[in-house]
């Protein structure tokens, strides 16, 4: 079952915990380290998002819509509605010869909260450029056109761009297709459920295919390309005080993160070729920073200075409205290291 894995404090009393599960594997499936549940199953949610855009390289879409790495990014993305986000967007959508109009993600505000302010103060209207997925829908939409496929069911599971995410899904994370559990994501498309190393898997290859100066399977090499692409972008993939964006500037070239919904994180470090995700029981965000930073940690992969730098992520502290240190959230756990 789940561990404790961070302590929620106030004053000197423990006031909250969020328990959860959190392996590490290597890109051949080795068990490095874990603690709780290793095969619990799980919907990775926004995590998955390298993996859906893989077929827009494996099939050459990205080539010949020209995508570039700041594109590319951007499909893996849950960025945070800034400007550089939308009209990135928007700018692919008219190559594509779209518009906003054609997203099925829906609307959200966006999550950099200056921008919302500054868009209500200017009277402007939120729309489904500013959905934290909208690039990977942009991305959907060019799989899409590519192959034919009615733009208008993109996003439905028997659509082809749906049945190319599942086969790559089947070979990328080595799962039987009778072993994946299907549900419909925050943005409309079908996410799937797996055990939690299958999903670590993933972040191991797209680790490893950086360290293989050139990988051999085509596969290989878009992985290679995504991980990069997200690595060189990193403010594109989240935006400002965003957590995947600081792990990937802090340590560039050596990290790729991605966050997804209630509470679930991967990271893929490329030294080593190894994978890590994390499930957070109740879904809190909040708990989701302690835990990966200390994680690296007890794995020995940051240094002084890069934990120094992380900091506000791996103790965060509680503040009251008044300004007024109350209390801190802490990681509570310890890696079982194989």
């Not at 403010?235 to 340590?251: F, H, N, P, Q, Y």
């Given at each position: 079952m789940s561990e404790l894995l961070v302590e929620v404090t106030r004053g000197e009393i423990v006031e909250s915990v969020h328990r959860g599960d959190l392996v590490v594997i290597d890109f051949k499936g080795n068990l490095i380290a874990s603690t709780g549940d290793p095969n619990r199953v799980m919907f990775a949610r926004s995590s998955a998002k390298p993996l859906q855009a893989?077929?827009?390289?494996?099939?050459?879409?990205?080539?010949?819509?020209?995508?570039?790495?700041?594109?590319?990014?951007?499909?893996?993305?849950?960025?945070?509605?800034?400007?550089?986000?939308?009209?990135?967007?928007?700018?692919l959508l008219a190559r594509l010869g779209l518009s906003v109009d054609d997203l099925r993600c829906g609307v959200h505000a966006p999550y950099h909260q200056k921008t919302y302010e500054t868009m209500l103060k200017n009277g402007q209207v939120v729309t489904a450029l500013h959905n934290n997925c909208s690039g990977k829908h942009t991305g959907m939409l060019a799989l899409a056109k590519f192959l034919n496929a009615p733009l208008d069911t993109y996003d439905q599971r028997d659509n082809p761009v749906q049945e190319h995410i599942f086969q790559v899904l089947q070979a990328v994370c080595e799962i039987e297709s009778d072993k994946v559990k299907w549900g419909v994501d925050g943005c409309g498309v079908p996410v799937f459920a797996m055990p939690i190393h299958r999903f670590a898997l993933l972040y191991a290859k797209l680790a490893?295919?950086?360290?293989?100066?050139?990988?051999?399977?085509?596969?290989?090499?878009?992985?290679?390309?995504?991980?990069?692409?997200?690595?060189?972008?990193?403010?594109?993939?989240?935006?400002?005080?965003?957590?995947?964006?600081?792990?990937?500037?802090?340590?560039?070239?050596?990290?790729?993160?991605?966050?997804?919904?209630?509470?679930?994180?991967?990271?893929?470090?490329?030294?080593?070729?190894?994978?890590?995700?994390?499930?957070?029981d109740d879904g809190n965000s909040r708990a989701v920073g302690p835990v990966v930073i200390e994680a690296l940690s007890q794995l020995q992969l940051l240094t002084a200075e890069e934990k120094n730098a992380l900091n506000r992520w791996h103790r965060p502290s509680l503040v009251n409205h008044s300004g007024t240190l109350v209390g801190e959230i802490r990681p509570a756990f310890e890696l079982q290291i194989r």
């Open positions: 893989l077929p827009l390289l494996l099939t050459g879409a990205a080539d010949s819509f020209q995508l570039s790495s700041a594109e590319l990014a951007l499909a893996c993305a849950s960025h945070s509605g800034e400007p550089e986000h939308t009209e990135l967007v928007q700018s490893e295919s950086v360290r293989q100066e050139n990988p051999q399977e085509k596969i290989g090499l878009a992985l290679k390309r995504l991980a990069s692409a997200m690595m060189d972008n990193p403010k594109l993939v989240a935006g400002s005080e965003r957590l995947c964006t600081d792990l990937m500037m802090s340590m560039p070239g050596r990290v790729v993160a991605k966050a997804g919904a209630e509470g679930v994180y991967c990271v893929g470090w490329v030294e080593k070729g190894i994978g890590l995700c994390l499930k957070i």
